[in-house]
């Protein structure tokens, strides 16, 4: 769900847009160290799919608005880090040039959708399936994890 412009206070807007970036520079640090060049076209492949999937949008509450989600999907192509910058890259371009949600609460979307959906639930199914599988999961999208 994209956050729009009046739906949360100033000083919890620059808060929340000081922790994404924040969480954005570590995921850029951390991307660069494990992303090669097999990958890089492959993270510009999952930002399109994620960015098409997410310009297919309904309503929820209040001039709120949902839509399908892909980050988990560019988590496992390109690996967590990748992931949510692609996710971060897709939030950023619906924000500035479809006024897909709010620019004061880009912060606060990113947080939520880009940094602790794909970071999140990422790390959750890698710990599941490890857990499932005895810690002989080996796939290159959840050894970065």
């Keep these: 769900m994209h956050i729009p412009d009046g739906f949360i206070n100033g000083s919890t807007s620059l808060a929340g847009g000081g922790v994404a970036a924040g969480g954005l520079a570590i995921g850029l ?3 660069g160290r494990t992303l090669d060049e097999r990958r890089i076209p492959m993270a510009g492949l999952a930002a399109s799919f994620v960015f098409a999937v997410q310009m297919l949008n309904f309503p929820v509450a209040a001039g709120t608005s949902g839509h399908l989600l892909g980050g988990v999907l560019a988590a496992v192509l390109v690996g967590p880090w990748a992931g949510s910058l692609c996710v971060a890259v897709v939030l950023i371009v619906q924000a500035f040039l479809f006024a897909d949600g709010g620019l004061s609460a880009l912060g606060l979307s990113s947080l939520g959708r880009a940094e602790s959906h794909v970071l ?4 959750a199914v890698r710990r599941a399936l490890a857990a499932l599988a005895g810690n002989r ?4 999208a959840f050894v970065c994890c």
């Excluded at 999140?120 to 790390?123: A, H, K, L, Q, T």
């Excluded at 999961?137 to 290159?140: E, I, L, P």
């Design 137 to 140: 999961v080996r796939h290159n």
């Design 29 to 31: 640090r951390q991307a």
């Design 120 to 123: 999140g639930n990422i790390y």
